[in-house]
């Protein structure tokens, strides 16, 4: 039997994001994730994620990516899945961001890349 899967939501930010570049391939994003549910970008995860940036472990050019992860260990989310290895699934950044989270009284969620989540994990 396989592990049961959470289903995915997203954010505004994640709209946003959504939305760039050509816009064939931002149409079929958008599409896509229409219908997951809308985690709120609220004063605490803003409150999270100025933290994960003054405290060094995203860098503040890169709020958007303290926000994903501010907005994950606000609303308790177990995983965050991403490809973003330069700010988020980063061997050196990982433990600043868990003790900013953990500081802040969150616990931080997971931070892997859709591939490590599915990669053939069973429950025996």
């Known amino acids: 039997m396989f592990k049961e899967m959470a289903k995915p939501d997203r954010t505004e930010v994640d709209v946003e994001e959504a939305s760039l570049g050509d816009p064939d ?72 961001i868990e003790r900013v989270c953990r500081a802040a009284g969150f616990e931080p969620p997971v931070l892997c890349s859709p591939a490590e989540l599915m990669g053939g994990s069973h429950v025996a």
Not at 31 to 58: K, M, N, P, W
Request: no cysteine; net charge negative.
């Open 25 to 96: 391939a931002a149409e079929r994003r958008l599409q896509f994730t229409e219908d997951l549910a809308l985690l709120e970008v609220s004063d605490e995860v803003t409150r999270l994620g100025s933290a994960l940036v003054s405290h060094g472990a995203i860098p503040v050019e890169s709020f958007a990516d303290a926000v994903h992860v501010a907005v994950a260990a606000v609303n308790g989310l177990d995983y965050l899945l991403t490809w973003n290895m330069a700010h988020i699934l980063n061997a050196e950044q990982r433990p600043r």
